[in-house]
Nanobody, 115 residues
Framework: QVQLVESGGGLVQAGGSLRLSCVVSGTNFILYTMGWYRQAPGKQRELVAVIPRNENTYYADSVKGRFTISRDNAKNTVYLQMDSLKPEDTAVYYC?????????WGQGTQVTVSS
């Protein structure tokens, strides 16, 4: 069974930075396109960034130029570097496969950006 473990969230002031990590186990990580998703209170989960096997990345317009997704296939880990954070980035962040997600999600990591 696939397991996803996110970490790296926290409380940061607007303009600050955080680096999220997600370790994937129970599957052949290198085969899959991976994505970071987020869910703010009262809102639906949304896709933030995607990194395929060939590392041609995709970003939602709301984070383009501020967030960078990367992966280390040797460590079965996908990262999200978040710079110039804004209060509207406050959410629980999750990683999962893209576009078809695995059924089980990790616990996520909370990111809170204060103004």
């Amino acid at each position: 069974q696939v397991q996803l473990v996110e970490s790296g969230g926290g409380l940061v002031q607007a303009g600050g930075s955080l680096r999220l990590s997600c370790v994937v186990s129970g599957t052949n990580f290198i085969l899959y396109t991976m994505g970071w998703y987020r869910q703010a209170p009262g809102k639906q989960r949304e896709l933030v960034a995607v990194i395929p096997r060939n590392e041609n990345t995709y970003y939602a317009d709301s984070v383009k130029g501020r967030f960078t997704i990367s992966r280390d296939n040797a460590k079965n880990t996908v990262y999200l570097q978040m710079d110039s954070l804004k209060p509207e980035d406050t959410a629980v962040y999750y990683c999962n496969r893209n576009p078809t997600t695995w059924a089980n999600w990790g616990q996520g990591t909370q990111v809170t950006v204060s103004s």
